[in-house]
């Protein structure tokens, strides 16, 4: 659930360094604005209609916030706790909110927040942990609702030498920590579809949400780190510092 994460942080880093090559509908912030953060968070409010369908205009395609497909999560956490989500669709994601964005432009260091108010999702997952006294297994559909995501975000970068003496830029830090407000989780066939207790596990599960969920975060956070830092640094490998980071 909480990779929807991926898309909208790397989208609001895109612009951070505008460094992917955008169309005309977003607003580049040079190195040298006087405010670059407010600039920023500006550019974002702006573009964040486009997002739902993910059409930026000018021919621009990005992956649609509505729903966000996701796919091949998998989170393990010793031996009494192992997780994998398939084929999830995450309504919600496009009513993102970025804020406390602070840019460090000389030094390459970038913090921001991203809050999503409420994610609804439905897929599949296959589970095995223990919460409490309770060994809980099962395998089949998912369904929940997350309320007050959020994820702070923290990346920093170095310039590196280039092709023909260029200086490019390239990320070895990121840093992401999440936090759910509240969740309400529904897992069908658990302990092979004994209706019993399974309704037992359902139970157990959402009357200690906050544990099942700490128990999943800092698979996800782990997981969310090394993807976004190996796309970002992807997307860098053909723009210079320059080019990210024009004159006014």
């Known amino acids: 659930m909480f990779s929807n994460l991926i898309g909208i942080c790397i989208f609001a880093l895109c612009i951070v360094e505008s460094m992917c090559r955008l169309p005309s509908t977003i607003k580049i912030c040079p190195r040298n604005t006087p405010n670059p953060s407010q600039c920023i968070l500006n550019a974002i409010t702006d573009l964040r209609p486009r997002l739902a369908n993910g059409d930026l205009g000018d021919g621009v395609k ?20 192992s997780a994998t989500f398939n084929n999830l669709l995450v309504n919600g994601p496009s009513n993102f909110v970025v804020s406390n964005l602070k840019s460090d432009i000389p030094n390459l260091k970038f913090n921001f927040t991203v809050h999503l108010p409420k994610l609804t999702f439905a897929g599949k997952y296959s589970l095995k942990m223990r919460l409490l006294l309770l060994n809980i297994q099962g ?6 609702v997350l309320e007050n995501t959020r994820a702070n975000v923290r990346i920093i970068g170095k310039l590196v030498p280039g092709k023909n003496g260029l200086k490019y830029v390239k990320f070895g830090n990121l840093q992401i920590k999440v936090s759910v407000g509240g969740a309400k989780f529904r897992l069908e066939n658990l302990f092979n579809g ?54 006014a």
């Open 139 to 144: 395998r089949g559909p998912i369904s929940g």
């Open 62 to 81: 990005t992956v649609s916030l509505e729903p966000l497909a996701l796919d091949n999560i998998s989170v393990k956490r010793g031996p009494e706790f």
């Open 194 to 247: 004994d209706r019993t207790l399974g309704e037992i596990g359902n139970t157990v599960i959402n009357e200690n949400a906050q544990l099942f969920l700490e128990e999943m975060i800092p698979g996800f956070e782990k997981s969310l780190s090394k993807t976004f830092l190996e796309i970002a640094n992807d997307i860098l490998t053909e723009v210079t510092y320059d080019e990210m980071f024009p004159e």
